[in-house]
């Protein structure tokens, strides 16, 4: 089973502020086959990026996603007030199918 | 559109039951997953199912999940036996869209009391 790491566990940074996310796999992930999700509370998962670097539809051009080996990132070049939320990475391909990091809470400082 | 349903509260060592139904579009052509939240935590993927009927399982939680589709009504189902406290968590339904997940159901909390 391929194990997500993230961190930090929780990001403290101001509106206007870079974030950088950092999701670690204890594996190589199949074909870059990595995923960014925001989740606010009460609310369902966002997709944000996947296949490490591919923007979503909607999404702002603020985020950006890359890849280095097992270490992915996820950038939010400037932060916006809605953008505080709970992040998440998940990879595809390694049994079981779909695997989800603990997640990284990005907080107002 | 994806949305949730079933009941609220199971009691331990019963069967958690919960359906999704697919407005919108065909539930035929894509494969279905549910995936679920504990309160406070993060995600774990439960399975997958094609509309063929085809499913691919978490091993964690095999032996006791069974997803089934019914194209008639444009739903999909969840069961979950031999529940315990451990299993109460947020319950989404969601059309895997590859490699990610894209569609999401709003999510339905199921809490495991006696």
């Known amino acids: 089973e391929i194990v997500l790491t993230q961190s930090p566990g929780t990001l403290s940074l101001s509106p206007g502020e870079r974030a950088t996310l950092s999701c670690r796999a204890s594996?190589?992930?199949?074909?870059?086959?990595l995923a960014w999700y925001q989740q606010k509370p009460g609310q369902a998962p966002r997709l944000l990026i996947y296949d490490a670097s591919t923007r979503s539809v909607g999404i702002p051009d603020r985020f950006s996603g890359s890849a280095s080996g097992t270490d992915f990132t996820l950038t939010i070049s400037r932060l916006e007030p809605e953008d505080f939320a709970v992040y998440y990475c998940q990879q595809y391909g390694s049994s079981p199918m779909y695997t989800f990091g603990q997640g990284t809470k990005l907080e107002i400082k | 559109q994806l949305q949730e349903s079933g009941p609220g509260l199971v009691k331990p060592s019963e069967t958690l039951s919960l359906t999704c139904t697919v407005s919108?579009?065909?539930?035929?052509?894509?494969?279905w997953s549910w995936i679920r939240q504990p309160p406070g935590e993060g995600l774990e993927w439960i399975g997958y199912i094609s509309y063929s009927g085809s499913t691919n399982y978490n091993p964690s939680l095999k032996s006791r999940v069974t997803i089934s589709v019914d194209t008639s009504k444009n739903q999909f189902s969840l069961r979950l036996s031999s529940v315990t406290a451990a299993d109460t968590a947020v319950y989404y339904c969601a059309r895997r869209d590859g490699s990610y997940y894209y569609h999401w159901g709003q999510g339905t909390l199921v809490t495991v009391s006696s």
């Open positions: 594996q190589s992930v199949s074909s870059n086959y």
């Open positions: 919108g579009g065909s539930i035929t052509s894509y494969y």
